[in-house]
């Protein structure tokens, strides 16, 4: 069975949602946590008491945990969260990076400012959020960070331009700090849900809705967050259902180094061909 005794978590927008989820079930398998949540509505704006509300519930199932209601786009704030968590349980073992907000439209009637607000909490919050954790994960040898991708970032979703690009932005983080933090067994993870929130609400069909609930998520980020966790990888989840995603190549065709465009263009069919494509570390 999966135990987090003895280990701390930070879970960042745990006032609703998944993230909710998450710290319900790392603080009933033993991990005090941190649940950070703003408290704004699903948009970023406005502030509550989620967070505490979450720190009730952990309490009352006799666990432990603080609250904060830090902005992750806060480098002041991140780095007081993260002070918060040491003082009050002494290490942080857990990052999972579950804060985002959604500010959807169409790419032609898009403002900038709603790209830059989606782009700031969901990308560069994460990377606030993981900086923040980063030298003390290292330092003690041992971390475990999930981040939190979409199939929207995957594949794209009308829309979902932002968010989309933030999402995509998380797999790249990821791949990178799975290199850096190998030698100091700080293993990094995207999961990829499919759920039932108010941030999906209206974005899928109610019967598919209705299956969906956020609790079924919660098995995947457990595993991603627990001591055996992989490292590098994106796992889909939804409803129950599980899968890993992976950027793949297919194989080098080499057509020398004069090649032209028109080179490229007749030979297209046999460079695009995926039937034996492979994730790039299997790649020769």
């Given at each position: ?16 949602g998944?993230?909710?989820c ?6 009933r398998r ?25 720190v009730?519930?952990?309490k ?6 603080i609250?904060?209601?830090a902005?992750?786009t ?25 804060a ?7 790419f032609?009637k898009?403002?900038l400012?709603?790209a830059q ?8 919050g994460?990377?606030?959020?993981t900086?923040?954790v ?10 475990r ?5 979409s ?10 331009a ?10 790249g983080l990821?791949?990178?700090l799975?290199i850096?933090g190998?030698k100091?067994?700080?293993?990094i993870?995207?999961?990829s ?21 956020p ?8 595993y991603?967050?627990?001591?055996d ?8 989840a ?6 890993v995603?992976a ?5 080098w065709?080499d057509?020398?180094p004069?090649?032209s465009?028109?080179?490229v263009?007749?030979?297209w069919?046999?460079?695009s061909?995926?039937?034996?494509a492979r994730?790039?570390h299997?790649?020769?």
């Amino acid at each position: 069975m999966i135990s987090f005794a003895g280990k701390t978590a930070i879970v960042t927008g745990a006032g609703g949602g998944l993230g909710r989820c998450y710290a319900l079930e790392l603080a009933r398998r033993g991990a005090r946590v941190v649940v950070n949540d703003l408290g704004g509505a699903a948009d970023g704006r406005g502030t509550g008491g989620a967070a505490d509300a979450v720190v009730e519930e952990i309490k009352a199932m006799g666990g432990e945990a603080i609250a904060n209601r830090a902005s992750v786009t806060d480098r002041d704030g991140v780095a007081a969260m993260v002070q918060q968590a040491l003082d009050a349980f002494g290490r942080i073992d857990i990052l999972v990076n579950n804060a985002g907000i959604l500010r959807d439209k169409s790419f032609l009637k898009m403002e900038l400012d709603d790209a830059q607000a989606v782009l700031d909490v969901h990308l560069i919050g994460a990377f606030n959020c993981t900086k923040a954790v980063w030298a003390i994960m290292a330092e003690q040898g041992y971390g475990r960070i999930v981040m939190t991708t979409s199939p929207s970032g995957l594949y794209g979703n009308f829309g979902q331009a932002n968010y989309g690009a933030a999402k995509m932005g998380l797999v790249g983080l990821m791949n990178t700090l799975k290199i850096e933090g190998a030698k100091r067994d700080i293993r990094i993870n995207a999961i990829s849900p499919v759920a039932a929130t108010r941030m999906t609400e209206g974005l899928l069909p109610q019967e598919q809705f209705d299956k969906l609930g956020p609790e079924h998520i919660v098995p995947g980020v457990v595993y991603l967050a627990s001591d055996d966790a992989p490292t590098g990888v994106i796992l889909q989840a939804a409803g129950g259902n599980f899968s890993v995603a992976a950027i793949v190549e297919s194989p080098w065709v080499d057509l020398g180094p004069q090649s032209s465009a028109d080179d490229v263009a007749a030979q297209w069919e046999r460079i695009s061909d995926l039937t034996n494509a492979r994730p790039r570390h299997q790649s020769k």
